[in-house]
């Protein structure tokens, strides 16, 4: 079992940066991959970005490539989303999430956190 708990949302301006934090428990921690996925408002939820167990590997959705960055600390048993150079289609619930293999489609998680409001300006 891993439960995991999102924080570090807000609100921000259009340009602006934000760091979410996914802390998980559980002793199987680095056996996972994880990932990030969004929903805003009257829309699917949608994939964001994935790091592999040992963070070797990392994959991106088309919208946030080479803006947003995904990192793990094995040690802290956190994972990390950098987001960078925002813009207001960005803003949504952001979840946190855990699976065996790394999951593109949000059916493939295994483990999901309660998510994070990340609200941007305009």
């Known amino acids: 079992q891993v439960q995991l708990v999102e924080s570090g949302g807000g609100l921000v301006q259009a340009g602006g940066s934000l760091r979410l934090s996914c802390a998980a428990s559980?002793?199987?921690?680095?056996?996972?991959?994880m990932g990030w996925f969004r929903q805003a408002p009257g829309k699917e939820r949608e994939f964001v970005a994935a790091?592999?167990?040992?963070?070797?590997?990392?994959f991106y959705g088309d919208s946030v490539k080479g803006r947003f960055t995904i990192s793990r600390d094995g040690a802290r048993y956190t994972v990390y989303l950098q987001m960078k150079s925002l813009k207001p289609e960005d803003t949504a619930v952001y979840y946190c999430?855990?699976?065996?293999?790394?999951?593109?489609?949000?059916?493939?998680?295994?483990?999901w956190g309660q998510g994070t409001q990340v609200t941007v300006s305009s």
């Open positions: 999430a855990a699976g065996i293999t790394i999951a593109t489609r949000s059916h493939e998680v295994d483990y």
């Open positions: 790091i592999s167990w040992t963070g070797g590997r990392t």
């Open positions: 559980g002793r199987t921690f680095s056996s996972y991959a």
